[in-house]
């Protein structure tokens, strides 16, 4: 667990897996890059830890994210400089987020995600900028848990599943 914001000196991987698949979870406050798009960021919790993330990128934007493995992931506003985002596990959103990866570069990235959902109904609402080079990829969203508004503000291609709002726009 880290609460102070952690600025990274270099890409980094943080991995409770290491022998043991069930790993264990990892807790981040506030996660800059040193300098904006240099650093990426890998989390892999295992199946057994769960991921809960602070703004990422929020004033310093990160190369990219990756979430490979955790039970499951807790995450706020993530920000890449043209690096993409990548969140295997389902996520929850802890507050209303954006997913941007056009910070300094409006051709953006790919934004990959699995499973989404609020954590209260209709609460949280989920904003993605893919840039206009970004695929967007999306599993379900708000299956579980309706989300809030989706929106969809940039992005070269979307490829979609369900996707449940409660009285949200889409």
Known sequence: SISPVLTLASTSTFDTTSGAAAGAGITLGAVEASSAGAQALTLKGGSGGAVSLGALGGTTALGAVSVTNGASVSANNITT???AISITPAMTLAS???LD???GAATGANITLATVNASSAGVQGLTLKGGSSGAISLGALGGTTALGAVSVTSGA???ANNITTSA???
Do not use: D, F
């Open 101 to 103: 990866t056009t910070s």
């Open 96 to 98: 209303s987020s954006t």
């Open 168 to 170: 949200g726009t889409i």
């Open 157 to 159: 291609s979307v490829t």
């Open 81 to 83: 400089s043209a690096g």
